[in-house]
């Protein structure tokens, strides 16, 4: 059983930023990131492969988040900039055991965070 500990959520305005960190307690193959605003399903943010080699974002965060791990602290980054107030959400870290690619890597996730809230203001 893998442990996943989000950290770095916050109130932040309009245009500003934020860097989530999700630290997992064991080797995990593709980490990614999901958000779940008020009233809506859980969506797809992006997702990063072991090697860093493939990351992969959802349209409506692309050009502004950055997905990054770092496999020597085993934690990887979601670094959010030129945030909107429609990017509040609380945010989840997730994980999978097994390699994935393209829409594969949206899907099928075997370990999830407890979430953390993202607010921003307009």
């Known amino acids: 059983q893998v442990q996943l500990v989000e950290s770095g959520g916050g109130l932040v305005q309009a245009g500003g930023s934020l860097r989530l960190s999700c630290a997992p307690s064991?080797?995990?193959?593709?980490m990614g990131w999901f958000r779940q605003a008020p009233g809506k399903e859980r969506e797809f943010v992006t997702a990063?492969?072991?090697?860093?080699?493939?990351?992969y974002y959802a349209d409506s965060v692309k050009g502004r988040f950055t997905v990054s791990r770092d496999n020597a602290k085993n934690t990887v980054y979601l670094q959010m900039n030129s945030l909107k107030p429609e990017d509040t959400a609380i945010y989840y870290c997730?994980?999978?055991?097994?390699?994935?690619?393209?829409?594969?890597?949206?899907?099928?996730?075997?370990?999830w965070g407890q979430g953390t809230q993202v607010t921003v203001s307009s």
């Open positions: 997730a994980a999978k055991k097994e390699y994935c690619s393209g829409s594969g890597c949206q899907t099928g996730y075997d370990y």
């Open positions: 064991g080797r995990t193959f593709v």
């Open positions: 990063i492969t072991r090697s860093a080699f493939s990351t």
